[in-house]
């Protein structure tokens, strides 16, 4: 069979892309070289208006259900112990498709996924590893396949969507990828004795390093630390004890979670930033993680995955229709793509500036301290409802005002 398209990868990005063609009768086949449910190294965020793609997925009730932690907000601790409790706004202009993030285990939110993709009229296969893709000309016309015996498959589609994430076979293929100047790791684990954390995580920034602990289990959190890759050749082979002295070096962290301890080998994700510049070929597509990434800080990582997928759904189904997947019909998804992550990939850059000292980490923390109003816009920002804009227009100015 020729497919309309393939996708490659069926994590988030790539079961949602997966879905959403199969429902508009395309004839769809999504690969994967994992075989679900399987393990995957993530902050397991899912923000407030990452749920209303999920509702449209018709898996949101289904995680819901399923042991998801609700959570109201985060809070912040500064290097100077300031801390700030920042929840999500539930009135006034803005409002996010729930009043809550949602915390899930990624072995779940993958396993919720490929099952609805399995009840879709596409063909979903595990176990199948892309090895490189065919071109034909200024076109990208399919992939090549090992499946589990490693007998190579040559499959042809219309289009081919890269959801294979940051180590995307297609990306690196068609020559796409580049490094970040924004040189960090993440070192992950579970950990149990976070004492007293209910309905939101914690987030404590001690330049160069911050901690991010969420909760997605009862007596159990998502523990990451994200700090500079340049400190993790000499600990080579040595992830546990380098996790467990930045752990200890922490004093707002060792201080809220004095029995704090780890329940879990520990991982590490790394160089986390890297560029990926649009496809020159035509048909072809990039979502998630395969499309680029930058810092997990604003935790937008799964949104921007599913985000993605609805948008590179939308230009493909309409690229489909016209028989048209040239190059230039498909750069209506980078332009929808850029427009609607440019802003808080801005808002995430001068966040960086700003934790990455001591002194401007201390000093915004004491601005939202003595601002509640603007704090909560910025979760709204978090939360990916709240456009990031506002930052800088009345909303802002006028929550600063009102402290004055």
């Known amino acids: 069979m020729r497919y309309d398209a393939v996708v490659v990868g069926a994590g988030p990005?790539?079961?949602?892309?997966?879905?959403?063609?199969?429902?508009?009768?395309?004839?769809?086949?999504?690969?994967?070289?994992?075989?679900?449910?399987?393990?995957?190294?993530?902050?397991?965020?899912?923000?407030?208006?990452?749920?209303?793609?999920?509702?449209?997925?018709?898996?949101?009730?289904?995680?819901?259900?399923?042991?998801?932690?609700?959570?109201?907000?985060?809070?912040?601790?500064?290097?100077?112990?300031?801390?700030?409790?920042?929840?999500?706004?539930?009135?006034?202009?803005?409002?996010?498709?729930?009043?809550?993030?949602?915390?899930?285990?990624?072995?779940?939110?993958?396993?919720?996924?490929?099952?609805?993709?399995?009840?879709?009229?596409?063909?979903?296969?595990?176990?199948?590893?892309?090895?490189?893709v065919i071109v034909d000309g200024d076109g990208v016309v399919g992939v090549e396949v090992a499946d589990g015996a490693g007998r190579p498959q040559s499959i042809r589609a219309r289009l081919v969507i890269a959801a294979d994430g940051r180590n995307s076979v297609v990306a690196r293929r068609l020559g796409l990828v580049a490094p970040h100047a924004l040189r960090r790791?993440?070192?992950?684990?579970?950990?149990?004795?976070?004492?007293?954390?209910?309905?939101?995580?914690?987030?404590?920034?001690?330049?160069?390093?911050?901690?991010?602990?969420?909760?997605?289990?009862?007596?159990l959190v998502n523990l990451g630390l994200v700090l500079p890759l340049a400190g993790l050749s000499a600990h080579r082979g040595r992830l546990e004890e380098l996790f467990d002295t930045r752990v200890r070096q922490l004093a707002g962290l060792r201080a809220?979670?004095?029995?704090?301890?780890?329940?879990?080998?520990?991982?590490?994700?790394?160089p986390l930033a890297y560029r990926v510049a649009?496809?020159?070929?035509?048909?072809?597509?990039?979502?998630?993680?395969?499309?680029?990434?930058?810092?997990?800080?604003?935790?937008?990582?799964i949104f921007a995955a599913l985000r993605g997928a609805e948008l590179a759904a939308d230009t493909a189904c309409a690229a489909l229709a016209r028989s048209d997947c040239s190059a230039r019909a498909l750069a209506?998804?980078?332009?929808?793509r850029r427009a609607a992550f440019r802003d808080k990939e801005r808002v995430t850059r001068v966040l960086q500036f700003v934790i990455a000292r001591r002194w401007t980490a201390n000093a915004a923390a004491r601005v939202f301290a003595r601002c509640p109003a603007l704090l909560s816009l910025v979760m709204g920002v978090f939360g990916d409802f709240v456009p990031p804009r506002a930052l800088l227009g009345p909303p802002a100015l006028a929550a600063l005002l009102r402290r004055r």
């Open 185 to 219: 790791v993440a070192l992950m684990t579970y950990a149990s004795g976070a004492d007293g954390l209910a309905d939101r995580g914690e987030i404590f920034v001690d330049p160069p390093v911050y901690a991010i602990v969420n909760p997605v289990a009862p007596g």
């Open 332 to 336: 209506a998804y980078v332009r929808t």
């Open 256 to 270: 809220r979670f004095p029995r704090l301890a780890r329940a879990a080998p520990v991982h590490a994700l790394g």
């Open 13 to 132: 990005s790539g079961a949602a892309a997966g879905i959403l063609l199969a429902e508009r009768d395309l004839r769809v086949l999504v690969l994967d070289r994992a075989r679900f449910p399987r393990p995957k190294i993530c902050g397991e965020y899912l923000s407030p208006e990452a749920a209303r793609v999920l509702d449209r997925l018709g898996v949101l009730k289904r995680l819901e259900g399923g042991g998801a932690v609700r959570l109201s907000g985060m809070t912040i601790t500064a290097p100077d112990g300031t801390r700030l409790t920042g929840s999500y706004p539930c009135a006034g202009r803005w409002r996010g498709y729930r009043d809550h993030a949602l915390a899930v285990r990624r072995i779940v939110l993958d396993r919720v996924l490929a099952d609805r993709l399995r009840e879709t009229a596409a063909d979903f296969l595990e176990g199948r590893r892309v090895t490189d």
């Open 278 to 301: 649009p496809p020159r070929h035509g048909g072809v597509m990039l979502v998630g993680d395969a499309a680029g990434f930058y810092d997990p800080f604003t935790g937008e990582g």
